[in-house]
């Protein structure tokens, strides 16, 4: 199983970005998905997250610019970003709690993440 992430970049403040990832392997089933970052000194934060059903939570600093959806069907999370703004610089890492199938007939669960896109704001 792996997570990839892309659509991260260098924006200017105002400007927008769309990130994605893309969940791949021998998945049966993806519970929960989000998004979280990691400034530089700083401790990685929940921005965002989804479950099954697209019920939604962001975190205080971006409501009402960034929108979290998925795909079920292609196993894949979005994040839109909007009107960024220079304190949203970070490393954004996807993150899914999934069930994976083991051999025939056996599955285990646990927590993946993506590899990490770096979103740069800054005129």
């Known amino acids: 199983v792996q997570l990839q992430a892309s659509g991260g970049g260098l924006v200017h403040p105002g400007g927008s970005l769309r990130l994605s990832c893309a969940a791949s392997?021998?998945?049966?089933?993806?519970?929960?998905m989000g998004w979280y970052r990691q400034a530089p000194g700083k401790q990685r934060e929940l921005v965002a997250a989804?479950?099954?059903?697209?019920?939604?939570n962001y975190a205080d600093s971006v409501k009402g610019r960034f929108t979290i959806s998925r795909d079920n069907a292609k196993n894949t999370v979005y994040l839109q970003m909007n009107s960024l703004k220079s304190e949203d610089t970070a490393v954004y890492y996807c993150?899914?709690?999934?069930?994976?199938?083991?051999?025939?007939?056996?599955?285990?669960?646990?927590?993946?993440w993506g590899q990490g896109t770096q979103v740069t704001v800054s005129s």
């Open positions: 392997g021998s998945i049966f089933s993806i519970n929960d």
């Open positions: 993150n899914a709690d999934l069930t994976y199938r083991i051999g025939t007939g056996n599955r285990n669960r646990a927590a993946y």
């Open positions: 989804i479950t099954y059903g697209g019920s939604t």
